[in-house]
C-alpha cells in the first residue's frame, strides 16, 4: 500500500519536515508501507499564495495514493484539515497519529 504523510509545516523548512517525519517514515516502511516522498523543494511562483500553491501539490499527491497518515497536530494545521477532508470524502484509507 501506498501512502503519504500528511503533518503541520508552517514556519518550518524542509529539514524540519524531514526530520520530523523521519520516526514516522521508517514505522511505516517496516510493516510493508511504501512511503510516497511528498516533501516539496520546488518554490512556488511569484505573485501566488504560497499556501494554496503547496496545498494543491499535496492534494495532487492524495491521488497518487492509497492511503494518507496525518501526523500528530494535524487536527489545527489549516491545510491537513483540508487534506483530511479530501482523503475522506475521495475514500482514501486514513490513518491519524495521535501519539
Known sequence: MKVMISQPMRGKNNQQIKEEREELVEKLKSKGYEVADTIISEEAPKNIDESIYYLSKSIAFIG???????MK????????QIEHEVARKYGKFIMEEYE
Open 73 to 80: 497536530g494535524w487536527e489545527t494545521a489549516r491545510g491537513c
Open 64 to 70: 497518487n495514493v492509497d492511503a494518507v497518515v496525518f
